[in-house]
């Protein structure tokens, strides 16, 4: 029986004022699950790159902030440089369960999938209970079926920040001409079903509490309507 390549494993943080959680975050990652983790601060007002030199992590420093896309283009660019077979994107807000990360990567690590997402909304019940605000629920709920039905998928969220992704698709995805806000996750997603990429998800549970980053109802709405937009563009091509 021929044995499967070990396949390296790079997590990348996108932080941005993670002074106080960014600990708890890289701590509770299953030793062994990965080899590396990169954190690229952008710009941050606190001691999140101080804790993140502390705990002995590569940390990459943005002079001036990039916003939320600019960040992951930077994470992924260093992750390509160290070789990364699989890259997952773990926000250091603890907003997402560190623990679950074997669970995400290994639909990947057997085939199955080019790109995995961790999915809060698989029972509306399980998002509403983890303290998401019901205005966001219904957002990611409208969006969510308008992108099912443009892209042809049966996801159950696209707006996840947990994300798992193969050398394959970073490599094949134009990434860096994307926006530097946060549609760029938006624009991934679609550019990876113009790809033909498999595209999976696990469900996760849903953590909103005072440390974690979100957006507020005006950004909100703003990311919505560029959504909508990015899938307008992709239906008239």
């Known amino acids: 029986m021929q044995l499967m390549k070990k396949q390296k494993v790079v997590v990348v943080m996108p932080a941005y004022n993670a002074e106080k959680t960014i ?4 701590k509770e990652i299953p030793k062994g699950s990965f080899d590396s983790v990169i954190v690229v601060d952008d710009c941050s007002r606190d001691k999140t790159v101080n804790v993140s030199k502390k705990l002995g992590l590569k940390t990459i420093v943005h002079p001036k902030n990039k916003g939320y896309g600019g960040n992951q283009k930077t994470c992924y660019t260093e992750a390509l440089k160290e070789k990364a077979d699989i890259v997952v994107m773990l926000h250091p807000d603890y907003q997402y369960d560190p623990k679950l990360l074997p669970l995400l990567i290994e639909p990947i690590k057997q085939g199955y999938f080019d ?25 990611n709920r409208m969006l969510t079926l308008i992108e099912n039905i443009t892209l042809g998928l049966n996801l159950s969220e696209y707006h996840s920040g947990y994300r798992a992704y193969t050398k394959r698709a970073l490599e094949k995805i134009p990434f860096k001409t994307f926006s530097d806000d946060f549609v760029f996750d938006q624009q ?50």
């Open 23 to 26: 600990e708890k975050t890289y």
């Open 115 to 139: 790109v995995m997402l961790g999915s809060r909304m698989q029972t509306r019940e399980g998002a509403l209970s983890g303290g998401m605000p019901i205005y966001k629920y219904l957002f």
């Open 188 to 237: 991934f997603l679609i550019s990876a079903r113009s790809h033909k990429l498999r595209i999976g998800e696990i469900a996760i549970p849903t953590k909103y509490f005072p440390d974690a980053s979100s957006i507020n109802f005006k950004r909100s709405v703003e990311y919505g309507l560029s959504t909508i937009w990015e899938l307008i563009k992709y239906v008239s091509k």
